[in-house]
Each structure stands twice: as structure tokens, then as C-alpha cells.
Nanobody, 117 residues
Framework: VQLVATGGGLVQAGGSLELSCAVSGSFFRVNVIGWYRQAPGKQRELVATVSSGGSTNSGDSVKDRFFISRDRSTVLLHVDRLTPEGTAVYYC??????????????WGQGTQVTVSS
């Protein structure tokens, strides 16, 4: 199982960000999937996640500015009105059941997002 992320790069303040992440390989089910971020010198923090049932969870930093959606193996995150504080490495995270009796957490490789003022 691998997580492959696309999107990110340089974004102007006030603009929008779109990130996608796809789970590849052989697996039974993806439970919760979503995004975390880590800014220089700071701890990794929640951006937003979505469960297999469609329930979402988000961090305070993007509340009311994000949209997250998914299908069986892909998650799409959209964040509006970015600020320079959004500059960070964004990581995709997925709770994957490889088989009906085997579950573990997977992380993507991280994608840099830089918000210019």
C-alpha cells in the first residue's frame, strides 16, 4: 500500500489550495483518510480528515475555509483564503485495512505548500 499525493507548490495569500491523495496497492478498505501539516519548528497538526461514512474532522486553522471529499481510495482537500501561516509540508494520512483482519496507518511522502504574502 502506498499513498501518492498531488498538488501543493507556491500559492499567493488569499488564494486557494487543492491537494489530492490516492491509496494504491491491494487493500480491503480505507477508513479515515485526510491531511496533516507541519510548519518549520512546529508539531504536525490536523488539517482535515473524512471517514468512510463521510464524517469530517478539521483543525481550527482551516475551519469554515475547507472542503474535503473522498471515494473508495482517493481524498480531495480544498482550502480557500490561504494565509502565510499555511506554509508547511502537508502529509496525507490513511487508516487502511489491508485485509479484513489487518489494519494500519499509512503516511504519504509530504508535499510542500508555500503561501506568499
Amino acid at each position: 500500500v502506498q499513498l501518492v499525493a498531488t498538488g501543493g507548490g507556491l500559492v499567493q495569500a488569499g488564494g486557494s489550495l487543492e491537494l489530492s491523495c490516492a491509496v494504491s496497492g491491494s487493500f480491503f478498505r480505507v477508513n479515515v483518510i485526510g491531511w496533516y501539516r507541519q510548519a518549520p519548528g512546529k508539531q504536525r497538526e490536523l488539517v482535515a480528515t473524512v471517514s468512510s461514512g463521510g464524517s469530517t474532522n478539521s483543525g481550527d486553522s482551516v475551519k469554515d475555509r475547507f472542503f474535503i471529499s473522498r471515494d473508495r481510495s482517493t481524498v480531495l482537500l480544498h482550502v480557500d483564503r490561504l494565509t502565510p501561516e499555511g506554509t508547511a509540508v502537508y502529509y496525507c494520512d490513511a487508516d487502511v485495512e489491508a485485509t479484513i483482519t489487518s489494519k494500519r496507518d499509512y503516511w504519504g511522502q509530504g508535499t510542500q505548500v508555500t503561501v506568499s504574502s
